[in-house]
Structures are given as C-alpha cells and as structure tokens.
C-alpha cells in the first residue's frame, strides 16, 4: 500500500455525516476554519486538538483523531467561541453532542474526561452542590487501581488547599429543595427521549 493510499484510507465520508447528524452536528459543516475559536478558547492550550482542527477532523472524516482527542471534555462551556463565531456555529452545543456521542460510543470509563464528567454530575445531583474532596475521591475509586497513582501524585497540589481551606473536608449543606432538582433532571431526562 503506498503512503498516499493509507493517507486516503484514514479518512471516512460516512464518519462525518454520522456526526453530522448527531444533536447540533450539522453546525460543523459551517466551519470557515477562521481561528476566532481558537483565540477566545480559555482551555486551548490543553486541548489535543483546538476546536477549529476538532471541527476540521470531523468535516475531513478523521475518525481516529476525533475519537482520541480531549476536545469535547474540555470545553468549559464558558461561550466565548459562539459569541465570537463569525457564523453563529453554538459551539459549545456542538462539543455537548460530540461529549453524548463518544460517551454512548466508546463508554463512559474509556472516554476520555467522560469519567470526571458523569462523577461531577453524579454528585451535583445527590447533593444540590459540588463537594470537591468527595468528587475527587469518587472519581479516582471509579477509575480504578492505576488511577490511585495518578491521585498520590496530586498529593502536592491537595494538602496546601486544605491547609488553607480552599478544599474543605467536610460537606456543605445540600441545598433547598432536592428533590425538585431531580424532578427537573427526570423531566429534561425525559424530553431528551422524546427527542426534544
């Protein structure tokens, strides 16, 4: 097989037009790939793949890369992108469908940042609120044995934040009104069966 042919095989048309149809999916196809994303983007320095290259993958049919990349788990959803978009591309509600699809793809513990993300909803359901130290410690239970090691190694990071309380111990209130959260959540869970 010559390089040009493994070149032409990495890329998938019917890849695209899968992603194209997931939930805001046909907005990549707008993408003029002018880089204001990428400027205003506050995790972009972390990214595998900016959003601009994200979306460019995608249109190109690049399933590996796609796949692989931590693009959609960063997203902060902080909305600077869409309001800078020169096409009005809802960014952030792209990187929403791509975080559904690989999560229901690939499976929550092998996506990467799916894990964090569905622990930190996890919590915020069962409380009204964060509770770091019992997020950070659910997660790295759930991850598994390998993870713990990455946890020690964050030792240095966690104990000047609770000498200083800016990692509080002990759990703050749950809020007011629990139960109408989960109310909420079973009837958007709902809708978003329906296909609202």
Not at 111 to 138: C, Y
Not at 158 to 172: D, E, G, N, T
Request: glycine residues 6%; charged residues 20%.
């Amino acid at each position: 097989m010559t390089a040009a042919n493994n070149q032409a095989s990495r890329y998938d048309p019917a890849f695209a037009n899968e992603l194209y149809s997931i939930e805001n999916g046909h907005y990549i196809k707008q993408c003029m790939q002018c880089g204001l994303c990428v400027v205003t983007c506050p995790a972009r320095h972390l990214m595998d793949l900016q959003p601009r290259k994200y979306f460019k993958a995608i249109q190109a049919g690049d399933r590996d890369r796609v796949l692989k990349a931590n693009t959609p788990w960063l997203c902060t959803s902080c909305n600077l992108c869409t309001v800078r978009c020169p096409r009005g591309i809802p960014i952030i509600d792209v990187m929403h469908g791509m975080k559904l699809y690989l999560a229901q793809k690939q499976g929550v513990k092998s996506a990467p940042g799916a894990l964090f993300s569905k622990t930190f909803f996890d919590v915020m359901l069962k409380r009204g609120r964060q509770w770091e130290a019992w997020l950070t410690q659910m997660y790295f239970l759930k991850a598994g044995p390998s993870a713990i090691k990455d946890a020690l190694k964050m030792m240095d990071v966690a104990q000047p934040m609770v000498l200083k309380r800016r990692l509080p111990l002990a759990p703050a209130k749950t809020i007011k009104g629990k139960s109408q959260l989960k109310k909420i959540y079973e009837k958007a869970a709902a809708l978003a069966k329906e296909g609202h």
